[in-house]
């Protein structure tokens, strides 16, 4: 689980929560922020505007993408180069038939497919569009569930004006009766609310976060490419190490660097 996501939306949270309870009422002050009309306005006319401009499994598609982005993701680049490297040497020793064996105790299936690729003989260029026109597929659905939680998150304060305007559009039709000044004020106040936690607090977040971890899977896809190429290409591990390092920050290198030392001395 994605620890800082989980964590980052519990102190937004927190933070309206506490700022609601130092009201002059105390926590009794909660009562004033719960108003059904607005909920349905803000929340209703959200969820049902994006499902109008999707088909239902792209919209219950879009909603996994909240359990998508705390679960984290789960790639290593130094772990994946690692990998690589030990790809190069049964390569270099054994031929690339070798490869076979290895790649069925692969569990991720891109990096698998590729290896069988490589041993079926495929020509270069063509595994490597193969694989470039899966990475850009998995791009797409990605950027589909992304796309979901950006609409969402613009949604939100817009349904919020709507509620707004129709609370106040009541309460001026009714100015006579000052009993319903202060529910249609309220309505006409908390709908905006909610649609700007709706963006702020739920769907901002999400969406960065699931583009981030989008980031990283397509890098690490890019290493796989990469590495698989070159160890067709029957290239040195060294070399080949070196050249994905490149896809690795400073910190990683040194880190990757570290860890093939300590393998190493073993």
């Not at 031929?95 to 069925?104: I, K, P, S, V, W």
């Not at 936690?197 to 739920?202: K, R, S, V």
């Not at 901002?204 to 070159?230: A, C, D, H, R, W």
Request: glycine share 12%; with cysteine.
């Amino acid at each position: 689980m994605d620890i800082a996501t989980l964590v980052g939306l519990l102190v937004c949270l927190g933070c309206v929560v506490l700022g609601i309870s130092n009201g002059p009422d105390g926590w009794a002050s909660f009562g004033n922020f719960y108003d059904l009309p607005s909920i349905f306005i803000t929340v209703g006319g959200c969820l049902g505007e994006i499902l109008a401009s999707n088909s239902i499994a792209s919209f219950l598609a879009g909603l996994k993408g909240f359990v998508l982005s705390l679960k984290g993701v789960k790639f290593d680049e130094g772990e994946i180069i690692k990998n690589i490297i030990d790809l190069s040497n049964i390569a270099r020793k054994e031929g690339l038939l070798a490869l076979e064996e290895a790649a069925n105790n692969m569990e991720d299936e891109f990096i698998k497919k590729g290896i069988l690729l490589i041993v079926d003989g495929t020509d270069p260029e063509l595994v490597r569009g193969i694989m470039e026109t899966e990475l850009s597929c998995v791009e797409d659905r990605h950027g589909e569930v992304i796309t979901f939680w950006d609409y969402f998150g613009a949604m939100g304060p817009a349904w919020g004006m709507i509620g707004t305007l129709i609370g106040l559009i009541n309460m001026l039709k009714h100015m006579e009766d000052v009993s319903t000044v202060g529910p249609n004020m309220s309505t006409a106040l908390l709908t905006t609310l909610y649609g700007s936690l709706i963006a702020n607090w739920i769907c901002t977040p999400i969406s960065n976060k699931l583009k981030q971890n989008n980031q990283i899977e397509v890098k690490v896809k890019q290493v796989m490419i990469e590495g698989l190429l070159s160890i067709q290409a029957g290239e040195n591990p060294r070399v080949i190490e070196e050249k994905l390092k490149s896809f690795l920050s400073p910190k990683k290198r040194e880190e990757l660097s570290q860890k093939n030392e300590a393998g190493g001395g073993e």
